[in-house]
């Protein structure tokens, strides 16, 4: 969200709250929305240093966090309320999403929970045949995975186009509330690096989700998290394809928001959603090349699925099969013509519209793309 937005949804909480005490009590409201440590800047090592919870401050505006950071086989299953994630590989990730089914990201933001694709980490599972089609892409300042899911299989509302999770929201605590991300993607021995700095859209049965190496200065700036409204198209232009498993190496995209105009560096500003659904886009954003793309089928990707989620309680790590199966060579793929989120399921204007008005805080994920 943008300082301005920031400020006027924050004042706009604490009018509502407090639109008949004194001006005194309207700044020491404004003054109590704000943690004293925001959540992009608090630090855990992985496992040993996780609290319970991270975020502890239950008397700010949105109450407590509502699962929490300390998962352990007793925690793992499809009741898991656990808010530790990880984005390790095409084999090895999850995604935030809601705890009830048939919930929208938009009502449910600050409450999301883990689902992964293997056991052992205390979380929920993604229900075997979710996925239809994942692309990882590991770049000098990233590692992403963008997909095809059922969302219905992980409790988002069928036809939700979602919204922008990451650790920031308006009130600096996250979105969800305390919600921390973890990497294996940036050493190369494989030990776990806290992500400070993510984003992951869900909804329109897709998904992106970006973790940004902590060791880029440019982090902040490539896990950009105030276009909260344009979607994976915008904030993670791939060429990620629906039916294709694909693990592959690139380069970085372009800072989301930064375009270049003949010749020019421009800046994209992202209009109010008071002004109504984003219908035009001054640019196309570029997908960036990729290379040694390898592609594999899901049933071997997945397998830890199809044995553990059927049974969801007490299934703890099985320790086998790390490396993903290998099933076809390596095929080079350049700047493939349709980006993940230019995706073909119609959406009517007037549908756009409505979902543009009910959406809430979030915005409009795929708006954008769905109608140009
Ligand atoms: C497992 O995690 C739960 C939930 O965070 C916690 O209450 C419990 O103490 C943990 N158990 C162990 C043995 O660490
Ligand atoms: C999901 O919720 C919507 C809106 O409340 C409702 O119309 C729909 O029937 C529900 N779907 C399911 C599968 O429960
Ligand atoms: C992806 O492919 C599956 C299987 O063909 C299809 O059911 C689904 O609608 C597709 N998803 C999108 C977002 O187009």
Not at 147 to 174: C, K, S, V
Not at 213 to 222: L, W
Not at 263 to 287: A, C, D, N, R, W
Not at 346 to 370: H, K
Request: with cysteine; net charge negative.
């Amino acid at each position: 969200m943008s300082p301005a937005a920031l400020t006027s949804s924050i004042s706009r909480v604490a009018v509502t709250l407090l639109s008949t005490t004194t001006l005194l009590s309207v700044t020491t409201a404004q003054q109590s929305t704000y943690p004293a440590t925001p959540l992009v800047s608090k630090h855990y090592a992985y496992p040993t240093g996780i609290p319970y919870q991270v975020d502890t401050d239950t008397q700010l505006i949105r109450g407590g966090q509502s699962g929490y950071n300390q998962c352990n086989s007793t925690t793992e299953g499809q009741t898991s309320l656990c808010q530790t994630s990880f984005l390790n590989h095409l084999d090895d990730f999850c995604l935030w999403a809601p705890m009830k089914p048939n919930s929208t990201i938009a009502d449910t933001e600050g409450e999301e929970v883990a689902w992964c694709t293997k056991p052992g980490r205390g979380t929920r599972l993604i229900p075997p045949g979710a996925l239809q089609g994942v692309q990882y892409m590991k770049t000098p300042a990233y590692v992403q995975v963008v997909g095809f899911i059922d969302q219905t299989f992980i409790n988002i509302q069928a036809g939700d186009y979602g919204g922008e999770l990451d650790p920031h929201g308006a009130d600096l605590r996250g979105n969800p509330l305390g919600g921390l991300v973890y990497s294996t993607g940036f050493d190369t021995d494989n030990s776990y690096t806290q992500v400070m700095e993510w984003h992951n859209f869900m909804g329109g049965n897709q998904f992106c989700f970006k973790a940004c190496d902590p060791a880029n200065p440019d982090a902040s700036k490539f896990c950009q998290h105030v276009y909260d409204r344009i979607g994976c198209a915008y904030n993670a232009p791939n060429d990620a394809q629906n039916g294709t498993f694909e693990a592959c190496v690139g380069e970085n995209q372009d800072f989301p928001g930064i375009y270049t105009e003949n010749g020019v560096v421009m800046t994209y500003s992202q209009p109010p959603e008071s002004l109504g659904v984003i219908s035009t886009l001054p640019y196309q954003p570029k997908v960036p090349a990729s290379s040694s793309c390898t592609s594999y089928t899901s049933s071997l990707l997945y397998s830890a699925l199809a044995s553990s989620s059927a049974t969801p309680t007490g299934s703890s790590a099985s320790g086998s099969g790390n490396g993903p199966a290998r099933v076809t060579g390596s095929a080079a793929s350049g700047s493939g013509a349709s980006a993940g989120a230019s995706a073909t399921g119609a959406t009517s204007g007037a549908e756009a519209l409505r979902v543009g008005l009910v959406s809430g805080a979030l915005g409009l994920l795929f708006a954008v793309v769905f109608l140009s």
